[in-house]
């Protein structure tokens, strides 16, 4: 995920900390992203500091530990816009763990198996599409609401492909999983056994 590029982003609007840095980027996106880990971010903060795309500044406080202030620098004015320019492939390509365990499921070939694995994700799937369909009736921020929409939307499309899973392996009386069925050890040739005996050594 390209969270380095928002926090440039927000550096955009002007010099920020830490904690504020947190606060607007949770904001921004929405709560379908979940908190923002601080410990993730400061180690954000030093990558784009030893890159030379943000400059740090040591600002003390009376009472409390020095607060360290972010700038961003052309050089990541140039990298936000060389980012923004450019279209995002998807992130984990198709590596996906529900892919793989479709395929272990396929190759199983129990029907039941099958069910089991694609009535679990579907049910899963609904209730993931019902909270970010309450989250998005509360959004207020427009921004927000059109990531939860566009996050609803990949559900949606996740949903498709677990109906089109069910119909191509589950069709014809499960045809299909007979011909994807990996043979067992047992189901394999007996191997002679009346072969040369090796000698021991």
Not at 80 to 101: M, T
Not at 121 to 137: K, P
Not at 160 to 174: M, T
Request: net charge negative; charged share 25%.
């Amino acid at each position: 995920m390209a969270i380095q590029h928002a926090v440039l982003a927000l550096l955009a609007g002007g010099p920020s900390y830490g904690y504020e840095l947190k606060g607007a980027f949770e904001e921004a996106v929405g709560p379908q992203w979940g908190p923002l880990n601080i410990g993730h971010l400061y180690q954000i903060l030093d990558r784009l500091s030893r890159d030379g795309l943000v400059v740090a500044e040591r600002h003390p406080q009376p009472v409390k530990p020095d607060r360290v202030v972010y700038e961003i620098t052309p050089e990541g004015q140039a990298e936000l816009a060389r980012w923004l320019g450019e279209p995002s492939p998807r992130s984990g390509g198709f590596r996906d763990d529900f892919f793989l365990k479709v395929t272990a499921a396929a190759r199983s070939g129990e029907p039941a198996t099958v069910r089991t694995v694609l009535g679990n994700q579907r049910g899963h799937l609904m209730r993931e599409l019902r909270n970010l369909d309450g989250l998005r009736r509360a959004a207020d921020d427009p921004v927000v609401g059109l990531l939860l929409s566009a996050a609803a939307r990949h559900v949606e499309a996740d949903l498709a492909f677990v109906d089109d899973a069910e119909a191509v392996l589950l069709a014809d009386g499960a045809a299909a999983l007979a011909r994807l069925r990996t043979p067992r050890s047992e189901d394999a040739p007996s191997q002679r056994r009346d072969g040369p005996t090796r000698a021991a050594g």
